[in-house]
């Protein structure tokens, strides 16, 4: 993939560029989708398979993003699997906020027995 496709317009059956989180949208229709970051393009693009499926400028440009229509033969994610990522998805928050508590307590503990200074 040349770098002029990620920054360029896409071609017909591409949504129009809109602004805003993208996360959401892109759950909905390309669930199977996963994202690549392009740092010092600014983009980030998501992947279903090896097709391109959505673009998503950030950084100095305008925040802006476009995502590939549906296919016809589109079906939404089954709600089993639908359940599934939900439930990792807080698993993995949960790991997250447990870890900064942790980390919290123990930069509390360092600084409680550190030596304040004389006031002068």
Not at 7 to 19: H, Q
Not at 47 to 59: K, R, T
């Amino acid at each position: 993939m040349r770098d002029s496709e990620l920054i360029e317009r896409p071609g017909k059956g591409w949504t129009p560029w809109k602004e805003g989180p993208l996360d959401l949208e892109i759950d909905r229709v390309w669930w199977a989708a996963r994202c690549l970051h392009f740092a010092k393009l600014n983009v980030s693009c998501w992947f279903d398979g090896s097709d391109l499926v959505a673009i998503e400028h950030w950084g100095y440009r305008r925040p802006k993003w476009t995502m590939k229509l549906k296919p016809k033969d589109w079906q939404p994610l089954p709600e089993v699997y639908r359940i599934a990522r939900e439930e990792e998805q807080a698993a993995a928050l949960e790991r997250i906020r447990a870890k900064q508590a942790v980390n919290r307590a123990r930069v509390l503990k360092l600084t409680e027995r550190r030596p304040t200074p004389a006031p002068e």
